[in-house]
């Protein structure tokens, strides 16, 4: 028993239940119902510029509602926690980066939301690891149209040329984390990937929260 767990005794963050264990998140009987997808982490993709793929859950039923309180309600503080998943299965699966980079936002979008979720977890990730997090390497340059309104077969096209790297030395020769929320058909990260790779990255992960599809045609 830790005395700092005693006195701030933590919360499970699905369902609010006390728990004293150090280091974990949800309670026992949340961490029985949720689907991990350790399984699937890594995926084939057509035309994938990334070269692995790492999500933790299902998206689906009470973490679907979690990330959304996440990236829509204020919910910050629940990054801590997803971050710690992403970060674990990263360290179980023994998986090496030099330098993490969450998927921006468009300047527009940040101001009207207030934070960028991929920002709040890739900082999370980096305290774990002790690996730097930039923020401001990889940048949206077009507010295109959120990828949720769209049909999965246009948002491929959607994203397309809205992103750059401003610093390319900072990129060149590494290994990159790309921290994001949620993978549906992976158009987001797929293109911030091909950006990453044409300004001379060596190899791209990719991490998210969550993981939808398993068919890769978007
Ligand atoms: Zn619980």
């Known amino acids: 028993m830790f005395i700092e767990n005693l006195i701030f005794p933590r919360v499970c963050f699905i369902c609010g239940k006390k728990i004293f264990e150090k280091q974990t998140y949800t309670c026992e009987n949340c961490s029985n119902i949720l689907k991990y997808m350790w399984d699937e982490k890594i995926c084939q993709y057509k035309n994938a510029y990334f070269d692995k793929l790492v999500s933790v859950f299902q998206y ?60 709040i977890l890739a900082q999370n990730i980096s305290k774990s690891f002790n690996i730097k997090c930039e923020t401001k390497i ?26 750059k790297v401003k610093n390319k030395s900072k990129v060149l020769g590494k290994t990159i ?41 978007g």
């Open 60 to 119: 689906e039923g009470m973490i679907r509602n979690k990330i959304l309180s996440f990236k829509f309600n204020n919910k910050t503080y629940l990054g801590k926690a997803f971050a710690y998943y992403i970060s674990f299965l990263l360290k179980n699966e023994n998986i090496f980066f030099d330098l993490i980079i969450p998927v921006p936002i468009h300047y527009k979008r940040f101001f009207e939301r207030g934070y960028n979720q991929s920002i």
């Open 138 to 163: 990889l940048l949206k340059i077009f507010n295109s149209k959120a990828q949720s309104l769209l049909k999965l077969k246009d948002r491929r096209n959607n994203v397309l040329n809205t992103y």
């Open 177 to 217: 984390l790309l921290v994001d929320d949620i993978f549906t058909t992976g158009a987001t990260t797929n293109e911030c990937s091909k950006v990453l790779k044409q300004n001379g990255a060596k190899s791209v992960v990719v991490a998210t929260i969550s993981y939808v599809r398993r068919s890769f045609d």
